[in-house]
């Protein structure tokens, strides 16, 4: 299947192309290379160009033949967003309108989505399952569950299958070692504890000791990048007869912050100082994930869900690239 995968310059969408080729797919990568590296993308072909560009798009779906896209091309800063909402509802809501709108034109109707656990916002109880209230407390959640609803419209006309997979901590590297995190600026726990051991920060902040939780910090479900991609696998094979799937996508399983602190130690051979900090406003205690329904209907389990492992992945490759990609 010709693929077209917005963002695949990024984190998951670059390991997803790697991903859809080992499986025998055509994956075409569209990046506007704002966030994304084309060091990631390795051989996949690739287009250069920005979902606000509409003639592109449709040229693009009709010259290539494809068949079905994944839209992972985001802004994801939870506090970027609050402070830039209008930043965030233009690339993240009316971006992804103008890429279904530009589907729909060209007569392509299967679309895998990247969404996020954030659009359950602060949920009253945990593990979290699809049917829990959403109420996103900010910009970037909330246009995450925009696009969802969006989507949701758009298949009832018969002219749209989709999938909406909400992630909850996706980590780690590539099984072939070649991809990793290069966030720029970095935001995400695991590679900033890297950088911690790598000696590239001074520390590691803690913000909050005093959770309602075994060690007072706060626990995360992480999932490895290789069980996430394997999900959106799963989910466009099923796309054919299914015109709505909505999963979470998480081990289930919670770590604390302390906890992953202590396994990159552990992993990395590496001593480095933890700073105790005050709470972050709007940090849950926990949030974990309840991903039945996906094992269930997509048969999908995690193969990867030990922490060790995922922070094993992880340290191998900044240990590897410890300026991230060249480009």
Partial sequence: MKIL???????????????????????????????GHRAAVANAEMVVGDLADHDLLVDIFRTRHIEAVMHFAAWIEVGESVA????????NVSNTQNLLSAMEAAGVGK???SSTAAVYGMPRTVPI???????????YGHSKWTVERMCHYQSRTGRLNYAALRYFNACGAGS???????????????PLIIQAALGQRPDIKVFGTDYDTPDGTCIRDYIHI?????AHLLALNKLDDCAEQVYNLGNGQGYSVREVIE??????????????????????GVLTSDATRARNELGWTPEKPELETMVASAWKWHRDHPDGYSD
């Fill in 5 to 35: 995968v917005c963002g695949g310059a990024g984190y998951i969408g670059s390991n997803m192309t790697a991903m859809l080729a080992a499986e025998g797919h055509e994956p075409v990568v569209f990046d506007n290379l704002s966030k």
């Fill in 84 to 91: 830039e909402p209008l930043k965030y509802y233009h690339n």
């Fill in 111 to 113: 679309f895998v989505f």
């Fill in 129 to 139: 399952t699809e049917e829990m209230p959403k109420a996103p407390i900010n910009p």
């Fill in 176 to 190: 072939d070692g070649a991809r990793g995190e290069d966030h720029r600026p970095e935001s995400h726990l695991i």
């Fill in 226 to 230: 290789d069980d996430l991609c394997r």
């Fill in 263 to 284: 396994t990159v130690k552990r992993v990395s051979g590496k001593d480095f100082k933890a700073v105790e900090a005050e709470r972050r406003p709007g940090d849950p």
